[in-house]
């Protein structure tokens, strides 16, 4: 978590308080994967699969992080309606297995 706040701090650095101390966990876990796709439908063919018949549910592991209600708003009509949106805010303190930023 502490990798992915240090990505925000600087791609958004007015929307976090910089003096906080880092955090560091207790146990080691998976380094955030960075997937760069320049297209939804990449995207889509990710999370959804190829085909109707091929759709990869979203459920409670899965999540997707936007940094506020307005950001929400804005992501497409399929992944709000499919996936599970929640702001910076409405994440705190929950786990997720596979986060998409």
């Known amino acids: 978590?502490?990798?992915?706040?240090?990505?925000?701090?600087?791609?958004?650095?007015?929307?976090?308080?910089?003096?906080?101390?880092?955090?560091?966990?207790?146990?080691?876990?998976?380094?955030?994967?960075?997937?760069?796709?320049?297209?939804?439908?990449?995207?889509?063919?990710?999370?959804?699969?190829?085909s109707s018949n091929d759709v990869i549910e979203f459920g409670a592991d899965q999540v997707v992080i936007v940094m506020n209600q307005k950001s929400k708003e804005k992501l497409p009509e399929l992944l709000r309606k499919e996936a599970l949106c929640l702001t910076v805010f409405e994440s705190k303190g929950l786990e997720f297995n596979d986060v998409l930023l």
């Open 1 to 50: 978590a502490g990798s992915i706040v240090e990505l925000m701090k600087y791609f958004s650095p007015t929307s976090f308080d910089s003096e906080l101390p880092r955090d560091q966990g207790i146990l080691e876990g998976n380094k955030p994967l960075l997937l760069l796709s320049p297209s939804l439908q990449n995207l889509y063919y990710l999370l959804f699969g190829e």
